[in-house]
């Protein structure tokens, strides 16, 4: 399996424990493991549903995933992370602007690895006691039947003036997805400046979502 796709099964099985069935308010969480044991129990029946609709027409996954996704991550922060010390030569219209285009990236990013759904079923790893503590890492394990299992990290983040958990990073396999991130775009924002990469991230996010080819 080539790497391309290897990092498309770790996102989907990232995907399908944060997502959550659509509700008329979203809910916020004061637990990070509850944060992540509700939206992955809602994931797959979500999914399972949609199914057919999804075989004609992919674009509805962008829906899906700004309606059920979104609520649950951090995109400032993360975007923000992945700027990293290059911040500091932008204005606060090319800061808002990039995170914009990052977030309707990401959208499409993680749209296109939801067509690698098959029945894959998530275990999220026993509460614990996070106390007073800001950020915390919440173990899980993506069961995929006649695969080998994957172990997926989250990385939550509970702000000063807040007392609700959301996602900022996601670690498959050891691969941190922000950091991948950070890797990719950091030399562009250093050569090209931010806003050509907003440029460029805006592109990418426009591409079609097309259904992936069933795993021979």
Do not use: C
Request: charged share 30%; no cysteine.
């Amino acid at each position: 399996m080539n790497i391309v796709k290897k990092m498309g099964q770790l996102v989907l099985a990232a995907s399908l424990v944060m997502s959550a069935a659509v509700q008329a308010e979203v809910e916020r969480f004061t637990d990070p493991y509850q944060m992540i044991s509700v939206v992955a129990d809602h994931a797959f029946s979500r999914l399972a549903q949609e199914k057919e609709n999804i075989k004609a027409n992919p674009e509805l996954l962008r829906t899906m995933v700004h309606e059920e996704l979104l609520p649950y991550i951090d995109v400032r922060y993360a975007a923000f992370r992945v700027i990293g010390n290059h911040i500091r030569s932008t204005t606060e219209e090319e800061r808002d602007a990039f995170v914009a285009a990052f977030q309707e990236y990401m959208i499409s990013t993680y749209a296109g690895t939801f067509t690698l759904y098959r029945d894959q079923r998530v275990i999220v790893e026993p509460g614990q006691d996070v106390g007073n503590r800001r950020v915390a890492t919440v173990r899980t394990r993506v069961i995929d039947p006649g695969k080998p299992d994957i172990t997926i990290e989250f990385k939550l983040i509970r702000h000063r003036d807040s007392e609700y958990w959301q996602v900022f990073d996601m670690v498959a396999e050891g691969i941190s997805l922000l950091d991948s991130k950070r890797a990719e775009l950091g030399g562009m924002i250093r050569q090209q400046g931010l806003a050509r990469v907003t440029e460029l991230l805006q592109e990418r996010a426009k591409q079609p979502i097309e259904l992936a080819e069933p795993e021979e």
